[in-house]
C-alpha cells in the first residue's frame, strides 16, 4: 500500500513539474532578456557623444547603401537565407553591438538596439542578423533590411519566434492593433513608431517589407499561425 502511495506521490509530483517548468524557464529567460537590456542602456551611457555619433553615422551610411542597392530580403526562417555585404557596413557589422569597441569586443550578446513593446510587457535586445543564434537570443534584424537606427528611406524588419516554450519572443504579436505603439531603444534616442496594420503572408511575399523612398518604417515578423511556420504575420509600424 505504501509503495502505491508513494508512487502516485511521485506521478503527481511529476506532473506539476510538467506544468510549471515551462512558466518557471520562461520567468528567469524574461529576466536574463532584461539583465541584457539594463546593461546595454548602462553601457550606452558611458559612451563619449562624439563616438554615439560616429556609431550611429555608421549606421546610417550602412543604411544608405542598403537603401542605394536595394536587393530585397529573404525570409529568415527559410533556408538559404544569406547576409548581403555592403562595403558602407564592414565596420557596424565587424562591431555588431553599437557597444562595443572598434574591435567589436562587448561584454553582453552583441545587443545592437532594443525592442520595447508596452501592450505585450516586452522589452528585448535586438541583434543584427536574424541566424539562429540572434533568434534564440531575442530580436533579430533581417538582413537586407534596415538598421534600427531611423531616419528617412529606412525599413528595419525585426524577427522573432512565436515563443520557444521557454522564451515569450513575439508569441503575442497578434495581439497588436492599429494605433499601438512600439520603440526601438538606440544609444541615445527612442524612436517611436506607430502600428499601421498587420498582414497574413506567405515567406516568399517579401515586396511589403522593402525600403519605401522617404519613408521611416519598421515591421515586426514572426511565424503564423502558433506552433506553425507555414505564413508570416507582420506588424507594419510608421515612425512617429
Known sequence: MNKKKGFIVGLFAIGVIVVIYPHVAQFINNQIQHTYV??????????????????????????????QNDE??????????????????????????LTADTQGNTTDIDTFATLEIPKLGLHIPI????????????????????????????????????????KEMFRNLDELQPGDVFYIHTLDERLVYKVEGSAVILPHETDSLRVKEGKDLATLLTCHPYRSNTHRLVVYGVRR
Open 72 to 97: 530585397g530580403l529573404s525570409d529568415p526562417f527559410t533556408e538559404g537565407y544569406n547576409p548581403l555585404d555592403y562595403t558602407q557596413c564592414s565596420q557596424v557589422l565587424k562591431e555588431r553591438s
Open 38 to 67: 539594463d546593461h546595454f542602456h548602462a553601457e550606452a551611457d558611458t559612451i563619449p557623444t562624439t563616438l554615439k555619433r560616429k556609431k550611429i553615422n555608421d549606421a546610417r551610411e550602412c543604411n544608405n547603401a542598403i537603401y
Open 127 to 166: 541583434l543584427l542578423g536574424a541566424s539562429d543564434y540572434a533568434l534564440s537570443q531575442g530580436i533579430g534584424q533581417v538582413e537586407g533590411s534596415s538598421l534600427p537606427v531611423g531616419g528617412p528611406n529606412t525599413h528595419t524588419v525585426l524577427a522573432g519566434h512565436r515563443g520557444m516554450g521557454t
